[in-house]
């Protein structure tokens, strides 16, 4: 079923090494070595081996250049024999002290007796080459290394556990089994047996679509718990959207005056509520400009705005509502907004505005007050998105195509069940539905999409 992936695999032959640890000063480097020529090559340069190794062993010694029988570097070498180990393929993995000069030591040695450089994701490739991972576990191992909340990374790991897959074999074998009933009903059509009644198949197939629609319910709580739940700020210029953002995100990113325009562009900071990571954006003042910088960032703002999952619409409380802000608020999706009232440590003006049953807050960005009814108002709604972070399936954009077109494949061949058409043309929509799975699991793949999930790695992973 794999088709070929002609980059890694023509050289999956070649022993491959490289550093595996973070580049630079510290206390220990990592080097890995996998392939068929590790144990020759480990050998040759760590003579403490012994003759029989055994997996999941600790080696210590010198690693020394067998020509000029120089000792390089006191090393611990860990051994995982072929299918045993990461890689699935027999494995070291040298610790030595922490300078990239014994690191380059060490690689060059490697190369010297028969390793190459790894490419970015080789070792991950070959994990899942080798069986030992499918495509979806190897992504898991991506997003666990580019994780930056905990949260993010427990979902990560159970998916390298394999929630996401065994969700995906138990789809591909009730399929499979629907399909084997079909296609046994077209074998034996002449004979006139009926092997499995058409509506028990037909309620199998409907439980399956539910079964699909419900993962992809986790798609936007996985995004939001691997890349953040975005919270967009907008408003009129003045009004003080990136002195919030400041004051949210602690630090002084974004530039703040008096003069009305000051942000042009989108500026971006993540902070952590209760654990779960937020993505707040800044936005450029929205009024009638001439100004063409400013008129492009307002475009951009407007643009955002359809994807943030939160917007956070500020008014200057000292100022009152003007028309062109209620204008703004009557063109915002009134379920994702919250009007914030900001300024409230001036004078109050006579609010004018009128929000509906939007909800609002009155807020300081100087003084504090009503931060933390904010924080509360925007964790509220990410648990509403996230109900049960440990029953979330990560699904990726990726997945999420793929279970889309399963989903529409298992909708046709429902209708063609219903209008009782010919067990063929359902095998034929069962079919195409299976290769969606097959794809989110890496069992047929093109090369392209290979190449883009594996060249996201770094080297030495
Ligand atoms: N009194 C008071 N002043 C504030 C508060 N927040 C911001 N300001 C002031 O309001 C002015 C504008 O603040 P910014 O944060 O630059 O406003 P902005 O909405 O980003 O403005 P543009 O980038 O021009 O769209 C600055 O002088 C801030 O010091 C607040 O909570 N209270
Ligand atoms: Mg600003």
Known sequence: MRRLMTGLLNRDKDTICA????????????????????????????????????????????????????????????????????????????????????????????????????ERGEFTFRAFHHGRIDLVQAESVLDLIQSESRKSASLSLRQLQGNLSSEMFQLKSEITSILAHLEANIDFAAEDIQVAEMDVLRDQTQALVSQIEKLLSNHRAGRILRSGFKVILLGSPNVGKSSLLNVLLGEEKAIVTPIEGTTRDLIEGQF????????????AGLRESLDEIEKIGQKRAREKMESADLILMLIDGSKGVFPEEQALFESLPRDKTLVLVHKSDLKPAKISGDFGSVPSVRLSSKTGEGLDDLKGMILKRILQEVPSEDSVVSVNARHYNHLKRAQKFLG??????????????????????????????????????????????????
């Not at 952590?272 to 936005?283: A, K, W």
């Open 272 to 283: 952590l509520l209760e654990g779960y990571p937020v993505d707040l954006m800044d936005t």
């Open 412 to 461: 046709d061949s429902l209708t063609l069940m219903v209008n009782e058409e010919s067990p063929d043309l359902i095998a034929l929509e069962l079919h195409q539905c299976l290769r969606q799975i097959y794809e989110i699991l890496g069992e047929v793949y093109d090369d392209q999409v290979m190449d883009q999930v594996f060249s996201q790695f770094c080297i030495g992973k």
């Open 19 to 118: 550093l595996a640890s973070a580049p630079g000063r510290a206390g220990i480097s990592v080097v890995r070595l996998s392939g068929p020529q590790a144990q020759v090559i480990a050998k040759k340069l760590c003579p403490f081996l012994p003759e029989s190794l055994e997996s999941h062993h600790i080696y210590y010694g010198h690693l020394r250049d067998p020509k000029s029988n120089h000792n390089v570097d006191e090393i611990l070498a860990a051994y995982f024999s072929a299918g045993r180990g990461f890689t699935g393929e027999e494995c070291f993995e040298f610790s030595l002290h922490g300078n990239p000069n014994l690191v380059d030591q060490c690689l060059e040695l490697l190369v010297e007796h028969g390793a190459r450089m790894a």
